[in-house]
């Protein structure tokens, strides 16, 4: 059972920066791939960004791509969300994700597809 911590949110103004964490700990034996999924008040959960194991490919959400970096440091089983040019609709508790690949160039968009789910960090960008 792998277990997941997010850390790093806060209250931020629109144009500045945050960089997300998410720990992973425990019995973590394979590749596995992670992303991150967002969830505003009222609204359904959002994909956001993932990555592979090998880190060699990404994906974005059009509504974040050019200003958000996902990345990792498999060493420290860490991952990150590097958050620039934030806006108030990027208001919303944001959730990272993880799940064991079949190959290390593997990554998932969906949320159904992540077997393992931190317990969320808010983000909160003001006008």
């Known amino acids: 059972h792998v277990q997941l911590v997010e850390s790093g949110g806060g209250l931020v103004q629109a144009g500045d920066s945050l960089r997300l964490s998410c720990a992973a700990s425990g019995r973590i034996l394979r590749s596995y791939a992670t992303g991150w999924f967002r969830q505003a008040p009222g609204k359904e959960p959002e994909f956001v960004a993932t990555?592979?194991?090998?880190?060699?490919?990404?994906y974005y959400a059009d509504s974040v791509k050019g200003r958000f970096t996902i990345s990792r440091d498999n060493t420290k089983n860490t991952m990150y969300l590097q958050m620039n040019s934030l806006k108030p609709e990027d208001t919303a508790v944001y959730y990272c994700?993880?799940?064991?690949?079949?190959?290390?160039?593997?990554?998932?968009?969906?949320?159904?597809?992540?077997?393992?789910w931190g317990q969320g960090t808010q983000v909160t960008v003001s006008s």
């Open positions: 990555i592979s194991w090998s880190g060699s490919r990404t």
């Open positions: 994700a993880a799940s064991e690949t079949h190959s290390s160039d593997d990554y998932y968009q969906r949320g159904y597809e992540y077997r393992y």
